[in-house]
């Protein structure tokens, strides 16, 4: 359902809804929606404090996302010459007519083969898949490369999943051993992948984000924090949480 709430002289909407949760949980989104899940036992007077509290956090949150989206590129058009990232790097698009749809990358080129070279979607189609593949590689590379030091822990080889979502790089299911990326990580550098996947990896260790997860975190990978400062430059996209890569 959703609420409105005053928050700084501002009026701010948000979705309650009702789950069965502890605590009162807010989350932010980089799409400037807010949502709130509370039990059904708490009273929407308690909801409208816990907000009234969280306002400066949700104020400066919603204008943050507010200056990144309006630093966003435009939508992409898929057309000759348009600049298109992959693992950090800004290619340039080249578009060709053939009698087969498929991308490849020479260099700083990625040349877009396809049957109609006006057919939007299609062209749309084509690259992304390329761009899916290319990530499930590089993902499951950097996966075999770290799980050595999960597997002296104890840690079966997880099933790697990907999709493509909009509030998180990638999650862990400890007891499932399900490991699942975010397919945009074809757009970002390669430390800032490694960064994911370590992250992820150690939450088969520690699946919440206490202090022992972070210091673990850090024994496997010191510099993380210089990597997840770039990862958040690279696509502002996750929620306004500590961290945006997900459980």
Known sequence: MTRTVILGGRKIR????????????LRIRADGSVSVSASRG???????EFLLEKAGVILRALDRFEEERKKMPPPARYEEGERFPLFGQSLTLHLLKGTKNGAAQDGTALTLTVTNPDDFELKKRTLEKYADQRC???VTEICETVYPLFAARGVPYPELRFRRMTSRWGSCRPKAGILTFNKRLAACPVPCIEYVVMHEFTHFLHPDHSARFWEE???FMPDWKARKQALDRNLPFPEQEEPTVGT
């Open 136 to 138: 499930k590689e590089a």
């Open 217 to 219: 975190l850090t024994s």
């Open 42 to 48: 708490v009273p929407e007077e308690k909801i409208e």
């Open 14 to 25: 948000y979705e309650l809804q009702r789950k069965k949760v502890k605590n009162v949980n």
